[in-house]
């Protein structure tokens, strides 16, 4: 069964069909960009539009910028405040007419790399942390999502952690990647204290320019880059959409979704 998944993110909202079982898009990826004001109405209409694009689903999945709680977004640092304890997956769904799930972009984008991509068969605790606009987390274990974490908020030297380490900073400020790396370092070394994680899966569009970054870090726990990039919100947000059973977000168990596909090896 098809599943529209569906990432409302700072700049665009794009949404694609996914074949749960294999992780991957069923059909071309369809992308508006985000309004302005990024108010309720706004929003819910360009999510609309992006899924009148496509047919042959019955339910969808939705990431949103913030905290989401039993399909009530609570906070909107990146988007309008009429978002502010909206019921978004009534919304979505009242708009869309079938069953929708709503959850964080950071943990979608998680739940996606647990599944198909860099967190695959990994036990224990593992993080997934999205470096773009400001700096998202996915929390994890034995494969199974611990939502809404905002480890990106974690104060450092007197600043919320996105303000001086987000890819969005790296750019505001001219770092270099030296510059930049040396924050990054920090911030990572602060969640290692709180956590002791297994894993660092670095997400987000700096990402693909690993290289440019990691060999200039020095932490305990192992990094590695996420694998499905632009692409992980709107896979995540399906498999999300599968194993719920209405409105909201039910905890997503990733490895058994994982386990439960073919292999193509």
């Known amino acids: 069964m098809a599943i529209l998944g569906i990432d409302i993110g700072g700049s665009g909202v794009k949404g694609a069909p996914v074949d749960t079982v294999r992780g991957e898009f069923l059909a071309e990826r369809y992308r508006v960009v985000t309004p302005q004001p990024s108010d309720v109405t706004s929003v819910v209409e360009a999510v609309a539009e992006v899924a009148a694009q496509f047919s042959g689903f019955d339910r969808v999945g939705i990431t949103f910028p913030g905290v989401v709680v039993d399909g009530v977004t609570r906070t909107a640092a990146n988007v309008d405040k009429s978002w502010l304890d909206a019921p978004a997956a009534q919304l979505f769904s009242d708009r869309l007419g079938m069953p929708v ?4 972009d950071a943990d979608a984008a998680g739940v996606a790399e647990v599944a198909f991509g860099a967190g695959r068969d990994q036990s224990g605790l593992i993080m997934m942390l999205t470096f773009g606009t400001g700096i998202g987390s996915a929390l994890f274990l034995d494969g199974k999502l611990i939502p809404n974490t905002e480890f990106g908020h974690i104060e450092i030297d007197g600043k919320d952690a996105e303000v001086r380490a987000s890819d969005r900073a790296r750019e505001a400020d001219d770092m270099s990647w030296e510059k930049w790396a040396g924050r990054v370092q920090d911030y990572l070394r602060a969640v290692e204290a ?3 994680p297994r894993l660092f899966i670095i997400g987000g569009g700096v990402s693909k320019k690993s290289d440019r970054f990691f060999p200039l870090i020095d932490i305990r726990t192992p990094m590695v880059p996420a694998t ?3 692409n992980a919100g709107i896979i995540g ?6 194993q719920s059973d209405g409105p909201g977000v039910v905890p997503v168990d990733a490895h058994a979704q994982a386990h439960a596909a073919p292999s193509h090896s």
Request: avoid cysteine; glycine fraction near 0%.
């Open 194 to 196: 709180l956590l002791s």
């Open 101 to 104: 799930s709503v959850l964080n």
């Open 228 to 230: 499905l990039l632009n």
């Open 237 to 242: 947000a399906a498999v999300t959409a599968e």
